[in-house]
C-alpha cells in the first residue's frame, strides 16, 4: 500500500464531508494537495499542504483550514496526534499500532510489495546504448546501459508496459569506416603487409577475427573486385560481427534489449520522405537561410538556402537543417523519422538516454517529438555524464585490444556485474561520476554496493541461525506477519518501519521522474538503518536479533529484518544486482 495516496484519499473524503457544513469548503480542486513525508521526521510521520493550498479558492486563512482539518484528522484511528505549524502546514503522528500493521502487511505481501499499477500499462519506449556499431562496446556507454535498463526495470515494476530499444546506427560514414577497416584486416588474413593502420580507421584488435571470417568464406576473391562491389559484403559481415560484440558485452551487463531498430532500413523504407512530408503537409517545413552559429564562426560556413524544419514553434532555439549541401539528410531528419515510427507504433511516452555530448540535441527533439505527434507524444532525454575510471588516484590507461578505450568487457570482467551496475546508478546521471576500482571490490561500509548487499546477507545469516535456535518455529513470510508486532515498540524499530512502508511511494516516484538513482540511494540508506540496529545489538545483547530464551520477541525482530531484506531484494533487483544470501 502507498500510504501517503492511503492519507490523501482519507483527507479528500474529509474535506468534501467538511465541505457539506461549511461552503466555502465545497466543490474545491483538490489536484494540488499532497500528503508526504515531513522534510524533518521530528515534526512528525506525514505532512499536508492542504490548507495553504486551498486558502485562495476557499478565502479562508489558512490557519483556520488547518485547524478544521486538523480536528478531524486528529479522530482517524491511525493517528496519534495533530500538529499544525507555520503559517498552516499540518504534521501527523502515526500510532505505534499503524506502523505495526504495516510491516504485517509488507510480509504479507512478500516479493510483491512495492510493485504498483501506477502506470496502468501506458506504454513506454526506452531507447538506450544505441552505440554506433563499430566496435565493443566502451566504458563510456556502460553508465547509458546500466541507467536505460535500471529506469525499463523500474518502471515494469511501477505498471508501465515497457519496451527496451536500441537505435543501430548502421547508416552513413562511420560504417563506411568500419567497412574499410575490416578490409585491412581481410588482406592481413590473406598474408598481406598492411603495415600501420592508417589515421582515420579503426585500429582496434576486434577487428581480426572478421578479416579471417572474411577470408575463409571469400578467399582473395574480394581483392579483384572494385571498392563499390566489396565494400557492402564486408559492411554487412563486418556489421553483424559488430553488433553480436555489442549483443555479447550486454549480456555481460545483464541487458537484452527487445528491439533492434535499423536505420539503414528507416533510409530504405521511405519512412524518412514520408515524415517530412507529414510536416511539409502541416506547414513546417520551408526554404530558408539561417542566421551564421553564434560565438566562432567555421571557416567553411556559408550563407545558402535550406531545407529547414520550424523548430522554433515548439521552443527550440533556431529552425533546423534537414538537408546537407550534397542533398543528403543531416543527422537530424532521420531521427524525426524514427520517432514518428515510435510514435506510430504506440508509444505517447518516449525515453531516450543520450551520452554527454549530445546536450545540445534535446531541444531539437523534443521540438520534433512535439511536431510528429501534434502535441500527443512525449519525449524525455535522460544525458549519462561521463566515467572516469580511477585506480589509486591515477586515471586508467587506454585498452590495447580496443585500440581507442577500455571496454566495458574490461570492467566487468575485473571488478563483477552488480559492483558495475549499482556504482553506475550511485550518482545522479547528469553528474560525473568516478569509477574507483578498489572502492568497489573493497569489503567495507565505503563501499556502498558492498553495504548494501552486506546488509542483505546478513538478514539471510541471521534467519538461517534462528532457524537453528528455534527448529520448531515457523519463519516463513506468512507466520512471521502473525508475530506478536506489539514488541517493536523503540523509536529505532518504529523508524524502520516507516522507511520501509515509504518504499512503494518512493518507487512510484522514481518512476514518474525517470530516476533510477533514487532505489541505489534507497537502498543504500534502509542498509544503513539495518546496519544501525545490529551494531545496537552488539553493544546490548537484549537488542539483539536473536534473544534465545525469548521467542516472541526473537519473531518480532525476525519479522522487521525479514521485511528489509524483502525491499533491499527488490531494490537491488530493479538495478539489476544479485541479492547476496552470503558473502565470501
Known amino acids: ?127 538506450y546504448v544505441s552505440a554506433n556499431p563499430t566496435g565493443p562496446m566502451h566504458v563510456g556507454h556502460t553508465r547509458g546501459a546500466v541507467f536505460g535498463d535500471s529506469l525499463a526495470n523500474l518502471m515494469a515494476y511501477a505498471g508501465y508496459d515497457v519496451c527496451r530499444e536500441y537505435y543501430i546506427n548502421d547508416a552513413g560514414a562511420q560504417v563506411e569506416v568500419l567497412a574499410r577497416s575490416a578490409y585491412l584486416r581481410y588482406r592481413e588474413a590473406l598474408g598481406q603487409a598492411i603495415g600501420e593502420i592508417p589515421e582515420g580507421l579503426y585500429p582496434g584488435d576486434y577487428l581480426v577475427p572478421v578479416g579471417q571470417a572474411l577470408a575463409a568464406e571469400h578467399g582473395d576473391a574480394l581483392c579483384a573486385m572494385p571498392e563499390d562491389a566489396w565494400l557492402p559484403i564486408v559492411r554487412d559481415r563486418a556489421l553483424s560481427a559488430m553488433m553480436d560484440l555489442i549483443r555479447a558485452d550486454l549480456a555481460a551487463l545483464g541487458i537484452t534489449h527487445e528491439v533492434f531498430y535499423s536505420e539503414r532500413e528507416l533510409h530504405a523504407s521511405g519512412a524518412i520522405e514520408k515524415t517530412l512530408e507529414f510536416l511539409d503537409s502541416q506547414g513546417l517545413i520551408y526554404v530558408g537561410v539561417l542566421e551564421p552559429p553564434k560565438g566562432k564562426q567555421p571557416e567553411d560556413w556559408e550563407p545558402r538556402p535550406q531545407t529547414l524544419f520550424k523548430a522554433t514553434q515548439f521552443g527550440d532555439d533556431v529552425d533546423r537543417a534537414l538537408r546537407k549541401s550534397d542533398g543528403s539528410w543531416t543527422y537530424f531528419a532521420p531521427d524525426i523519422a524514427y520517432h514518428y515510427d515510435k510514435f506510430q507504433r504506440g508509444y505517447t511516452t518516449m525515453v531516450d538516454i543520450f551520452g554527454a555530448d549530445h546536450g545540445g540535441y534535446i531541444k531539437r527533439m523534443k521540438a520534433a517529438v512535439a511536431a510528429v505527434t501534434g502535441g500527443e507524444g512525449a519525449l524525455d532525454i535522460k544525458i549519462c555524464q561521463l566515467v572516469r575510471l580511477m585506480r589509486d588516484g591515477e586515471l586508467v590507461k587506454m585498452s590495447k585490444r580496443a585500440g581507442t578505450f577500455v571496454t566495458l568487457r574490461e570492467v566487468v570482467d575485473e571488478v563483477g556485474r552488480d559492483a558495475v551496475r549499482f556504482m553506475m546508478l550511485f550518482r545522479k546521471n547528469d553528474a560525473p561520476l568516478d569509477f574507483d576500482f578498489a572502492k568497489v571490490t573493497e569489503q567495507s561500509k565505503d563501499n556502498p554496493v558492498f553495504y548494501v548487499q552486506y546488509a542483505h546477507a546478513r538478514i539471510c545469516s541471521v534467519l538461517r541461525n534462528a532457524a537453528a535456535a528455534f527448529p520448531d518455529a515457523d519463519l516463513g513470510d506468512a507466520a512471521l506477519a502473525g508475530a506478536d508486532l506489539s514488541l517493536l515498540g523503540t523509536a529505532e524499530e518504529l523508524a524502520l518501519i516507516a522507511l520501509l512502508a515509504s518504499w512503494p511511494e518512493m518507487a512510484e516516484r522514481a518512476a514518474r521522474s525517470h530516476e533510477p538513482h533514487r532505489i541505489a540511494f534507497f537502498c543504500h540508506g534502509l542498509a544503513s538503518e539495518f546496519h544501525a540496529l545490529w551494531n545496537k545489538g552488539n553493544d546490548s545483547p537484549q537488542l539483539r536479533f536473536i534473544v534465545a530464551d525469548d521467542e516472541d520477541v526473537t519473531l518480532a525482530r525476525l519479522a522487521l529484518i525479514r521485511a528489509v531484506a524483502l525491499v533491499i531484494a527488490a531494490g537491488l533487483r530493479i538495478l539489476g544486482v544479485e541479492p547476496a544470501e552470503e558473502m565470501r
Open 1 to 127: 500500500m502507498n500510504i501517503f495516496d492511503a492519507f490523501k484519499d482519507r483527507l479528500v473524503t474529509i474535506i468534501n464531508t467538511l465541505g457539506e457544513g461549511e461552503p466555502r469548503l465545497a466543490g474545491l480542486a483538490l489536484d494540488a494537495v499532497t500528503v508526504e513525508a515531513p522534510r524533518d521526521p521530528a515534526h512528525g510521520d506525514l505532512a499536508t499542504n492542504a490548507a495553504l493550498v486551498l486558502t485562495k479558492q476557499a478565502r479562508m486563512k489558512p490557519r483556520d483550514i488547518a485547524t478544521l482539518l486538523g480536528a478531524a484528522l486528529a479522530k482517524l484511528p491511525e493517528v496519534a496526534s495533530v500538529d499544525i505549524a507555520g503559517p498552516g502546514f499540518i504534521n501527523m503522528r502515526l500510532t505505534d499500532a499503524f506502523w505495526q500493521r504495516q510491516l504485517a502487511d509488507i510480509l504479507r505481501a512478500g516479493e510483491q510489495f512495492g510493485r504498483s499499477e501506477a502506470g496502468a500499462g501506458r506504454k513506454v519506449n526506452i531507447e
